[in-house]
């Protein structure tokens, strides 16, 4: 099983993520190459790179696995600002040669919110500027995020996603599904091998290139989009063990985005990862009813 989570890139860039997951027994990992709610990046250090690249060799982290994800500032969908849209597509392109850099294959994006727009033209939007940066030689694919309906967002539904996919020329682009977000955006996931089915005949199952496992604080078809720990939230553990063992795709990697532990806290002093136990779970199929306990217990 190839099953990672989100990790940090301030600390070493990549090297400092690749050690991070390796602290949780992680073998894949999604990191952000600055700032995910900013656009301001420092240059690549390849030092740091070659460095990961080894550290990654020799723990059996193997890099056509490793996921980054654009900011979710950046928005396709909506050009009444051109300035602002041709800043997005130009950005996309700049992260996307920064990955080939690094030789990491996958990038997920939200599609984008249509804001004022109309959602036709939300998605006709998205499809002209993804046709400016997808070309057939990218080494790093862009992953359109399935996406939970919250606001404007575009990309809810697999009709959606299937439209804009036919909309972009080249075919060098695929699919990065979000439990929580398929949840909330009303796809049952205790019923997930009719939900591929059903991907399979609009999309093609090829298509899916990451998996974002999270449990969600809400109900199916709430269009709300707040990740909830493995176990803890409405979709459920075993449900979720069914998805990241489910054998269609088991190639794929399952990256977490599960909140920090602490995060409700009054005095939010320390925040805790769960990653190290989530991970364990999910591999071992056994939940256990004390962990968020036990995750304290272990970083005090
Ligand atoms: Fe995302
Ligand atoms: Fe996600
Ligand atoms: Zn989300």
Not at 8 to 19: M, P
Not at 37 to 66: G, P
Not at 153 to 167: D, P
Not at 214 to 232: L, P, T
Request: charged residues 25%; contains cysteine; aromatic residues 8%.
């Amino acid at each position: 099983m190839i099953l990672g989570c989100h990790v940090s890139f301030s600390n070493n860039q990549l090297l400092g993520s690749v050690e991070e997951a390796l602290s949780y027994g992680a073998n894949t990992f999604m990191f952000y190459t600055g700032a995910p709610q900013n656009t301001f990046r420092s240059s690549i250090n390849m030092d740091y790179v070659e460095s990961a690249w080894k550290l990654m060799i020799d723990n059996n982290i193997n890099i056509d696995n490793v996921i980054c994800h654009a900011p979710y500032i950046i928005n396709l969908a909506n050009a009444t600002s051109l300035d602002k849209w041709q800043f997005s597509i130009n950005f996309l392109k700049n992260e996307i040669k920064r990955c080939e850099d690094m030789h990491v294959k996958y990038m997920v994006l939200h599609p984008g919110s249509h804001v004022s727009l109309t959602r036709e033209e939300g998605i006709k939007n998205i499809i002209d500027a993804l046709n400016y940066i997808v070309k057939d030689d990218d080494k790093c694919m862009i992953l359109l995020e399935t996406m939970a309906g919250k606001g404007s967002e575009c990309g809810i539904t697999l009709e959606e996603i299937a439209t804009i996919l036919n909309g972009v020329k080249s075919k060098n682009i695929g699919v990065c599904l979000d439990t929580c977000h398929l949840n909330d955006a009303g796809y049952d996931m205790s019923k997930f091998d009719e939900f591929l089915q059903i991907f399979n005949n609009l999309i093609g199952i090829d298509r899916i290139k990451c998996v974002h496992v999270n449990d969600s604080k809400n109900v199916i078809g709430a269009h709300k989009d707040r990740h909830e720990n493995i176990g803890i939230g409405t979709i459920g553990f075993d449900n979720l063990v069914n998805i990241v063992h489910n054998d269609k795709l088991k190639d794929v990697p399952k990256i977490l985005e599960t909140p920090y532990i602490g995060e409700d806290d009054d005095d939010k002093k320390r925040v805790y990862p769960p990653y190290k136990f989530e991970i364990e779970m999910l591999k071992n199929k056994t939940f256990d009813n004390d962990y968020l306990n036990k995750i304290r217990a272990y970083y005090k």
